[in-house]
């Protein structure tokens, strides 16, 4: 029985994420609800990070996907712990990402299984406040 492809190789490989993330990136720099964040928005807010954010992102996601390990940021625990991201925020950034995979034509299990990738990231990126009684 033949080995399944990764998901990286089902996505279309580094071209196709790429072309992906290239959209995304521009609709999370210009997204409000990702930007009243004042944490997010500082960096969003400047241009002239978009090309560093975009190999990033992309770095990462055809790492995630399970193609060349090529992520050389910081774990998502220590690039979000300043950021103060709420489950809010976190879900405004996975609808983003949601639509942008349905624009670009991303196939139902493709995307299913991406998004699955993305949420287990919650607990990394949404910042834990001690419940109040």
């Not at 990286?8 to 990702?34: E, K, P, T």
């Not at 670009?104 to 001690?130: A, K, L, N, W």
Request: glycine share 8%.
């Amino acid at each position: 029985m033949p080995e399944q492809q990764s998901l990286y190789d089902r996505l279309g490989g580094i071209y196709a994420i790429a072309g992906a993330v290239d959209i995304l990136v521009d609709r999370l720099f210009a997204n409000a609800s990702v930007n009243a964040n004042e944490g997010v928005h500082a960096h969003h807010g400047d241009p002239a990070n978009a090309p560093g954010y975009k190999f990033l992102v992309t770095a990462w996601s055809v790492q995630a996907a399970g193609g060349p390990r090529c992520y050389p940021g910081m774990d998502m625990i220590t690039a979000h712990e300043t950021l103060e991201i709420t489950d809010e925020q976190f879900d405004a950034v996975a609808l983003e990402i949601s639509s942008t995979l349905n624009f670009c034509g991303v196939p139902t299990p493709e995307h299913t299984e991406f998004m699955d990738i993305i949420e287990s990231y919650r607990s990394e990126v949404v910042e834990q406040r001690p419940k109040v009684a």
